[in-house]
C-alpha cells in the first residue's frame, strides 16, 4: 500500500510529498516536532503530546497553524489514510518559507505542516523488549534547551551512530558531572539494588519531558514503587539492578548493557517486564 503524507494543506503520495528549499526547518533546523505512539488504531496521549508541542511552540515564538482540533483531524485522517493499526504518528511545524535569513520572517510567513504515520512491527518489537538493548554512553554535548522538542537532533543523530557502530541500540548522554542526562531519543531509567526507580528530574531543562516518562510515573506510584526524581552517575547505572528507556515509540524497552557491561545479569529486569506490560492501562486512547 502506497503512504501518504499531510503536507501544507494537502494530503500528497510520500514519494511526492516536498517542502520549500528556504523552509526554515530544512535551513536552520527551525521548527519541532511530535512522535504519538498509534494503538489500535489510535493514538496514545494526544493531549499531553499537543500540550508539550504548544510548548515547545511558545518557547521558539512559532504559532500555531491551524486550532488544536483541525490538527486532531489531521493526525486522525492521516493515521486512517495510512492504516496504521500499530505504529507512529508524526508531526513537524516549522517557522515557514522565508528567504534565508537568521531574524524571523517580517512580516511573519505561515508556518509549515507536515504529518507523516508509519506502522511498525509489533513482533519485532516485542521481540527487541524480550531480549533486551544495549546501551553506550556519550558525553551529553547538545544545547542548553533540550526540553524544547526541536527538530535540531544532530547530537542525538551522532550519538545514536556511535552506538550503532559499537553494536548497540541506544546511546545515553552523560553531563560534565559524570551523570546520565537521557538517551539520543529516549529518557533514561535505572532500578536501584534497593528497588527504588530513578529518573532524572526534568526541571533544569537537561531532558526533554518525555509523556512516556510522565505515564510511566503513573504507573511505578500505582504499583507502590519506590521513585526518586534525581539525577544518577554513570557509576550507579553500571551497578543498578535494572536498567530501561522509554520512549512513545518504544514504551519501556529494558536495557540489559551499558557499555559492555552487564545489567541485571544481562536480562530484561521483571520492573522494566511489568511497567511495558501495564502502560497502556495509564494512557489515555483518544
Ligand atoms: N523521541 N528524550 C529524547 C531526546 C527524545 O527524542 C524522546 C522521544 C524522548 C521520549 O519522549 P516521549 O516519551 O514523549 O516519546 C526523550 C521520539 C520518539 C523520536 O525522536 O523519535
Not at 212 to 233: C, H, P, Q, S
Request: hydrophobic share 45%.
Amino acid at each position: 500500500m502506497s503512504r501518504i503524507a499531510y503536507v501544507n494543506g494537502r494530503y500528497r503520495p510520500h514519494r511526492d510529498a516536498l517542502v520549500h528549499i528556504e523552509d526554515r526547518g530544512y535551513q536552520f533546523s527551525d521548527g519541532v516536532y511530535e512522535v504519538c505512539e498509534v494503538s489500535g488504531g489510535r493514538l496514545v496521549d494526544e493531549r499531553r503530546h499537543m500540550e508539550r508541542l504548544q510548548r515547545s511552540l511558545a518557547e521558539l515564538h512559532i504559532r500555531l497553524p491551524m486550532t488544536l482540533r483541525a490538527l486532531s483531524v489531521v493526525l486522525h485522517e492521516t493515521i486512517r489514510r495510512n492504516r496504521v493499526d500499530w505504529g507512529i504518528v508524526y508531526l513537524q511545524i516549522t517557522r515557514g518559507v522565508a528567504r534565508r535569513d537568521h531574524a524571523f520572517p517580517a512580516p511573519e510567513v505561515t508556518p509549515s505542516l507536515v504529518v507523516t504515520a508509519r506502522a511498525l512491527s509489533k513482533t519485532r518489537n516485542e521481540a527487541l523488549a524480550a531480549k533486551g538493548i544495549a546501551v553506550v554512553s556519550v558525553p551529553d554535548n547538545r544545547w542548553a534547551r533540550v526540553d524544547i522538542k526541536t527538530v535540531g537532533l544532530l547530537p542525538n543523530v551522532l550519538a545514536r551512530q556511535t552506538a550503532v557502530e559499537q553494536g548497540a541500540r541506544d546511546a545515553w548522554f552523560v553531563d560534565r558531572d559524570g551523570r546520565v542526562t537521557e538517551g539520543a531519543s529516549t529518557n533514561a531509567w535505572i532500578v536501584t539494588k534497593a528497588g527504588t526507580v530513578v529518573t532524572r528530574p526534568a526541571a533544569d531543562h537537561a531532558i526533554l519531558r518525555g509523556i512516556t516518562r510522565m505515564v510511566l510515573f503513573d504507573a511505578i506510584n500505582a504499583k507502590g514503587l519506590a521513585l526518586e526524581e534525581r539525577a544518577f552517575t554513570l557509576a550507579e547505572a553500571y551497578a543498578a539492578r535494572e536498567a530501561f528507556v522509554t520512549a512513545a515509540s518504544q514504551i519501556v524497552l529494558p536495557v540489559v548493557a551499558i557499555d559492555g557491561r552487564p545489567i541485571g545479569g544481562g536480562k530484561p529486569g521483571p520492573i522494566a517486564s511489568a511497567l511495558r506490560r501495564e502502560f497502556h492501562r495509564y494512557a489515555e486512547a483518544g
